[in-house]
Nanobody, 114 residues
Framework: ELQLVESGGGMVQPGGSLRLSCTTSRFTFSSYGMAWVRQGPGKGPEWVSN????????DYADSVDGRFTISRDNTRNTLYLQMNSLKPEDTALYYC???????WGQGTQVTVSS
């Protein structure tokens, strides 16, 4: 069974940093673009960032551009999201998503609070 497993979430103060990871298995990771999507409390899903198969092309939502960096390691079948200068409005459940949106991980909680 295909797996996407997020980790690295937690509670951090405003201005802090976290690095999320998504380990994948049972599909050819290097053949798929990948994305991060988040869902804040009482909100709908919000696309955060995506990356192409080779990692050379990335896109970001305006709300995170300049603060977050998406990357991938195709040798480790792992997707990353480096989050810096975190704000309270970044509080959400963060999901790793396979490119077409057909498979999602279970999510990892990020809470930004003083």
């Amino acid at each position: 069974e295909l797996q996407l497993v997020e980790s690295g979430g937690g509670m951090v103060q405003p201005g802090g940093s976290l690095r999320l990871s998504c380990t994948t298995s049972r599909f050819t990771f290097s053949s798929y673009g990948m994305a991060w999507v988040r869902q804040g409390p009482g909100k709908g899903p919000e696309w955060v960032s995506n990356i192409d198969t080779g990692g050379g092309t990335t896109d970001y939502a305006d709300s995170v551009d300049g603060r977050f960096t998406i990357s991938r390691d195709n040798t480790r079948n792992t997707l990353y999201l480096q989050m810096n200068s975190l704000k309270p409005e970044d509080t959400a459940l963060y999901y790793c998503v396979r490119g077409p949106g057909d498979f999602w991980g279970q999510g990892t909680q990020v809470t930004v609070s003083s």
